[in-house]
C-alpha cells in the first residue's frame, strides 16, 4: 500500500485585485490542479519545479496545513486535514528557510522539549539522540543556544529533531540551503543511510539538482500546478531529448568523425566531441569508432540533468 497517495487533487487561492481607485474584485487562483501520484513505503522521491509551480501548497496539503480545494490525499493511512495531530506523530517536516528548534534554548533542550511533545519512550529516545549525535557531528553543539548555530548547524540540528520519533514519512523543503561543500556531502551521506537502514520515505524538494542525482531514483517535476514528469532521472533524460557525449582523443588532429548515430560538434586539436541520444548504447559507436579510427584515449559524459530541467520549466518540453 502506498504511503502517499494523491488523487485528483485541487488547492484554489481566493485573492483580492484592485480594480479601480476604490474597489477591490476577488479573482480565484489555481495553485495544485489535477494532481495525482502515490509514493510507496521507503522510497526517497525528487519533488522539483520552478518557483510558484506548487511544491509548497503541496507540502501543506501533505501535512494538514492547508486543506484541499477538491481530490483526496492520504498519508500513512491518515486524512491530514481531519487527522493532523495524529499525523504530526507519524512524519518529521524540515524547512531549509525556517526551524523547528527554539531559538534561545541549547540544542540538548530542544531535543528534550521534542521528546516530551511526540511522547518519546525515554530509551529510544536516548538510543535515536545518540545515533543522530554521531552520524551528523552534534556533540559539540548540544549545550550551544540555536541562535549561534550557524546555518550548517541549524540545518543539521533539524534534521536530528525531526527523525527523533521515528516518523515513516520525512518532508525536506531545501535541506541543503546555504551549506558548504562538505556539509552537503556529510548531510546527504546521512539522508542516504537514514533511508536505508530506517525505510523512512522521503519526498524532497531541492533546487540543488545534484541532491536529486545522489539521493533520489525517482523525481516528480511539477510545473504551473500541475505534474509534468514522474520517473527516473534517465527517463526523464530521454524524454528530453537529452544526449551523452563521447568525447574522443586521437593520436594526433584530423577531420571530423563520422558515425552512422552520432554527431560531431566540436574538434580541437586531436580532441573531438560527439553526441548521441540518451537512450542509446554507446557500445555500437565505440566499436565502429575503434574499427575505423586509432584512439589514443575516450571518455563518456552523461546529460546534464539541469539542462534537462531547465528546458522543462522554460516551457520547452511540456511531458
Excluded at 69 to 84: F, I, M, N, T, Y
Aim: glycine share 8%; hydrophobic share 45%.
Amino acid at each position: 500500500m502506498p504511503v502517499i497517495s494523491v488523487d485528483g487533487v485541487r488547492r484554489d487561492f481566493t485573492i483580492r485585485v484592485k480594480a479601480g481607485r476604490w474597489r477591490r474584485t476577488r479573482r480565484v487562483v489555481t495553485a495544485v490542479s489535477d494532481l495525482s501520484f502515490s509514493v510507496e513505503p521507503g522510497e526517497m522521491v525528487g519533488y522539483i519545479g520552478p518557483n510558484g509551480a506548487g511544491k509548497s501548497t503541496t507540502i501543506k496539503m501533505l501535512t494538514g496545513i492547508l486543506v484541499p480545494s477538491a481530490g483526496r490525499l492520504e498519508v500513512a493511512g491518515l486524512d491530514p486535514s481531519r487527522q493532523r495531530s495524529e499525523l504530526a506523530r507519524r512524519i518529521g517536516v524540515v524547512f531549509g528557510q525556517r526551524t523547528t528548534l527554539w531559538w534561545d534554548l541549547p540544542l540538548r533542550d530542544s531535543f528534550e522539549l521534542l521528546q516530551r511533545i511526540y511522547r518519546i519512550p525515554a530509551e529510544r529516545y536516548r538510543r535515536n539522540l545518540a545515533t543522530f549525535v554521531d552520524l551528523l557531528a552534534l556533540g559539540p553543539l548540544l549545550d550551544s543556544p540555536v541562535r549561534q548555530l550557524s546555518l550548517g548547524q541549524r540545518m543539521r540540528g533539524d534534521i536530528a529533531a525531526a527523525l527523533l520519533h521515528d516518523p515513516e514519512v520525512v518532508y525536506l523543503d531545501e535541506p541543503t540551503i546555504g551549506l558548504d561543500v562538505v556539509s552537503k556531502s556529510q548531510l546527504r551521506d546521512f539522508l542516504r543511510e537514514t533511508n536505508a537502514e530506517r525505510a523512512v520515505t522521503v519526498l524532497l524538494t531541492t533546487h540543488d539538482l545534484v541532491d536529486i542525482e545522489r539521493l533520489c531514483t525517482r523525481v516528480m517535476v511539477i510545473d504551473r500546478g500541475s505534474l509534468v514528469f514522474d520517473g527516473g532521472l534517465d527517463s526523464l533524460s530521454g524524454l528530453a531529448g537529452a544526449r551523452r557525449t563521447l568525447v574522443v582523443d586521437l593520436p594526433d588532429a584530423a577531420a571530423p568523425i563520422e558515425l552512422a548515430g552520432a554527431d560531431t560538434v566540436k574538434v580541437v586539436g586531436p580532441r573531438q566531441w560527439l553526441t548521441f541520444p540518451a537512450e542509446a548504447s554507446a557500445a555500437p559507436l565505440i566499436a565502429e569508432l575503434s574499427a575505423r579510427h586509432r584512439v589514443a584515449d575516450l571518455s563518456i559524459l552523461e546529460p546534464n540533468i539541469e539542462d534537462v530541467i531547465t528546458r522543462i520549466y522554460s516551457g520547452r518540453l511540456r511531458p
